[in-house]
């Protein structure tokens, strides 16, 4: 198997290194883009050094273009190159994917485009990328509808536009990844209606409060906190375009369905959600949901269980950024010394959660509304 060149950074870490003192030898090697600006850039891109927090690695500019971030007008990353040949023929692969119109090319068909049989393409591209050639697809079709409805396009000029055969191919896809319908996404949000509830946490060693909010898709938050505004500001914040209320009757018997995933009396299919998320954070999410109630994984392991054994840093992230915490359990991820790294909701609240699911595998919920 053809090898990375030795100088290529092997962890996030690495990266980020390279990024702060702006390594032109590792401009082709990967590519940084930051969420807060939706711009990604060379290693040796002069702009202002973004927060740490807020750095995505990817390893071709073509993969941080599927997941909806543009080009720095400054460095221009879309046209830096890697002498590794693996890296070339994923490039070659991504433009023969993004220069299709309609039907995604056949893994056969690429096989033909670069010279390798379905089986070698499709490890080495998941080997370079992180994602299969099909993710990747679905990814620049999602980018393709993103734009046009951002320009002004309607819904279904903007879905045919994308490559979807017919309207429910895009539905079937949209919730997962627009966090809510088409027309809804071309308007910035509005026209989402999302109720609320929030009730007592029953968590002995940190009680609290856990607000729990829904469109009519599936739940989009789950938070832990202390104070019902803080709560409800954190929702507001997160979908400022949506029309938001406070429902407790509505929301009960998702309430109890949530209470009854997180004891684990019933799966966590048995819930819809409906949140925003990239393909790399829509994997890292699946493979939370997949560790047993009272074990614990750790960043790493989830990594390499994804394929990406050196992308522990951005696993974490990923588990930063979970919308839902207690379906998606990401109380459940750990350091790599089995230490507590970081809590959206609280180190305290993450160890209780953890002792609870250790003490009693299978609780009885009881919730206590004020």
Same mark, same amino acid.
């Given at each position: ?7 290529? #950074? ?26 807060? @600006? !939706? ?11 973004? &927060? ?51 039907? *995604? #090319? @056949? ?8 010279? *390798? ?9 998941? /080997?370079?990328? +992180? ?6 697809? /679905? ?13 002004? =396009? ?6 045919? %536009?994308?490559?979807? +055969? ?5 539905? =079937? ?15 910035? +949000? ?34 832990? !906190? ?16 949506? =029309?938001?209320?406070?429902?407790? %009757? ?14 684990? &009396?019933?799966?966590? /299919? ?23 109630? !009272? /074990?614990?994984?750790?960043? %790493?392991?989830?990594?390499?269980? *994804? ?30 010394? !089995? ?6 909701? +609280? ?11 250790? =003490? ?11």
């Amino acid at each position: 198997m053809m090898n990375m060149l030795p100088h290529t #950074p092997n962890t996030d870490e690495q990266r980020w290194q390279a990024v702060l003192r702006r390594d032109s030898t590792l401009d082709g090697a990967f590519v940084y883009a930051v969420r807060s @600006t !939706g711009i990604y850039c060379r290693p040796s891109c002069p702009s202002r050094r973004p &927060r740490p927090a807020n750095v995505d690695f990817f390893p071709l500019p073509e993969a941080a273009a599927a997941a909806g971030y543009r080009p720095c007008r400054r460095c221009r990353p879309d046209t830096a190159r890697d002498a590794d040949p693996r890296v070339d023929v994923a490039r070659r692969v991504c433009c023969a994917i993004a220069d299709s119109d309609e039907a *995604m #090319p @056949t893994l056969a068909e690429l096989g033909h485009v670069v010279g *390798m049989s379905p089986h070698h393409l499709q490890r080495l591209f998941k /080997e370079v990328t +992180g994602l299969s050639p099909k993710a990747y697809a /679905e990814a620049v079709r999602i980018g393709r509808l993103k734009r046009g409805l951002k320009a002004g =396009e309607g819904v279904a000029d903007a879905l045919y %536009g994308a490559g979807y +055969g017919s309207p429910s191919r895009l539905y =079937e896809k949209a919730p997962a990844r627009l966090g809510m319908t088409p027309a809804s996404y071309a308007r910035g +949000g509005r026209g989402a209606r999302i109720a609320f509830t929030v009730v007592d946490h029953p968590l002995p060693a940190a009680p609290g409060r856990l607000l729990v909010a829904a469109t009519d898709v599936g739940l989009c938050m789950i938070a832990l !906190g202390d104070d019902d505004d803080v709560l409800e500001a954190e929702l507001r914040a997160d979908y400022p375009a949506a =029309e938001i209320r406070r429902d407790d %009757g509505a929301l009960a018997e998702c309430l109890a369905a949530v209470f009854a995933v997180t004891d684990g &009396r019933l799966p966590h /299919e048995a819930l819809s959600l409906d949140v925003r998320a990239t393909a790399f954070q829509a994997q890292v999410w699946q493979r939370l949901q997949e560790i047993p109630r !009272g /074990e614990t994984r750790t960043y %790493g392991e989830i990594a390499a269980a *994804m394929g990406r054994p050196t992308a522990a840093r951005a696993v974490g992230r990923a588990c930063a950024l979970n919308p839902v915490s207690l379906v998606v359990p990401c109380h459940r991820a750990v350091g790599g010394d !089995g230490a507590l790294h970081g809590y959206r909701w +609280g180190l305290q609240r993450k160890q209780a959660l953890l002792d609870q699911e250790k =003490e009693d595998p299978a609780p009885a919920s009881q919730v206590r509304r004020r």
